[in-house]
């Protein structure tokens, strides 16, 4: 079965630190895609980053990194130097190959950046 | 750049009420989708139409039904609205099927069902 396992519920803290999301995944799938959500406190959800199982790469934007380890099932979301703009709750997700859709949604991480 | 719209916003329901909440969107999106949001619990999956003419059940469906009228627009209806649907909901799109194309969500209507 698959899952998306966020632990952290929240997280506090001082602009200009650096942060880490964890994420941990499971699928039976041999191919399947990874992505992170940001829903600020606005609502709307904004799609950060989609991975496949077959690029394990990591990927940096700006900001943003992510690290994704298949060793460890795992696939976190670091914020370098967090700003005030940054504080949201964000998602993890997982979609298996020939899915249509179910993408299955971690319960998600609520980050607070505190000036 | 309209992208994904759903209305109402906001909605209060009183138990056995029926309603129907719409999404549009004007992306030329081939697969359309509705989540719900509730606390502690992320987003799930009610239903989704992976192509117009074509729906499916999500990890959800219970006491929801749906209809793609055509391309752009997906709607969800609750026939007899019960407090356990209480929640956030959010429509979404994609290009093609998910996992390949990520998907473009609207701003969520909230309903409550007293």
């Known amino acids: 079965a698959q899952k998306v396992t966020q632990a952290q519920t929240e997280i506090s803290v001082v602009e200009k630190e650096d942060v880490t999301l964890d994420c941990v995944y499971e699928?039976?799938?041999?191919?399947?895609?990874l992505f992170w959500y940001k829903q600020p406190p606005s609502g709307e959800l904004v799609f950060l980053i989609r991975r496949n199982s077959f690029d394990e790469q990591n990927e940096i934007s700006g900001r943003y990194s992510w690290n994704f380890q298949k060793s460890t099932s795992s696939f976190n979301f670091t914020i370098t130097a967090s700003q005030v703009v940054d504080s949201a709750v964000y998602f993890c997700a997982l979609s298996e190959r020939g899915s249509q859709g179910n993408l299955i949604f971690g319960k998600g991480t609520k980050l607070s950046v505190k000036p | 750049n309209a992208g994904v719209t759903q209305t109402p916003k906001f909605q209060v329901l009183k138990t056995g009420q029926s309603m129907t909440l719409q999404c549009a969107q004007d992306m030329n999106h081939n697969s359309m989708y509705w989540y719900r949001q509730d606390p502690g619990m992320g987003l799930r999956l009610i239903y989704y139409s992976a192509s117009e003419g074509t729906t499916d059940k999500g990890e959800v469906p219970n006491g929801y039904n749906v209809s793609r009228l055509n391309k752009r627009e997906f709607s969800l209806r609750l026939e007899s609205a019960a407090p356990s649907q209480t929640s956030v909901y959010f429509c979404a799109s994609s290009r093609q099927g998910t996992p390949t194309g990520e998907l473009f969500f609207g701003e969520g209507s909230r309903l409550t069902v007293l």
């Open positions: 699928t039976r799938d041999t191919t399947y895609y």
